[in-house]
Nanobody, 122 residues
């Protein structure tokens, strides 16, 4: 059974930093691509960042230079380091996984976590 568990969400002031974690189980983690998505109230879910099994990355233009995605295969965990946070980063952040990088970039991975809330106050 595949399970993705996100953590690390919090209330933070604009300009602050947070690190999100997504722990995966039930998959051969080192072979899977991973991605972070977010959904703000009244908006569609959007890609934030993705990382392939080989470490290639893809970022939304809105977070380039501020967010960094990374993975630790030993711990079956993917991270999202978020710096210089803005109020518009407020959303529920979700983890997604699939074998193919193109699949997670498209948001078509079969498995999603429950999400973690990030709120950035101005």
């Amino acid at each position: 059974q595949v399970k993705l568990v996100e953590s690390g969400g919090a209330l933070v002031q604009a300009g602050g930093s947070l690190q999100l974690s997504c722990a995966a189980s039930g998959i051969t983690f080192r072979f899977n691509a991973m991605a972070w998505y977010r959904q703000a109230p009244g908006k569609q879910r959007e890609l934030v960042a993705a990382i392939s099994s080989g470490g290639s990355t893809n970022y939304a233009d809105s977070v380039k230079g501020r967010f960094t995605i990374s993975r630790t295969n030993v711990k079956n965990t993917v991270y999202l380091q978020m710096n210089s946070l803005k109020p518009e980063d407020t959303a529920v952040y979700y983890c997604n996984t699939a074998r193919l990088f193109s699949t997670v970039v498209a948001g078509s991975g079969d498995y999603w976590g429950q999400g973690t809330q990030v709120t950035v106050s101005s």
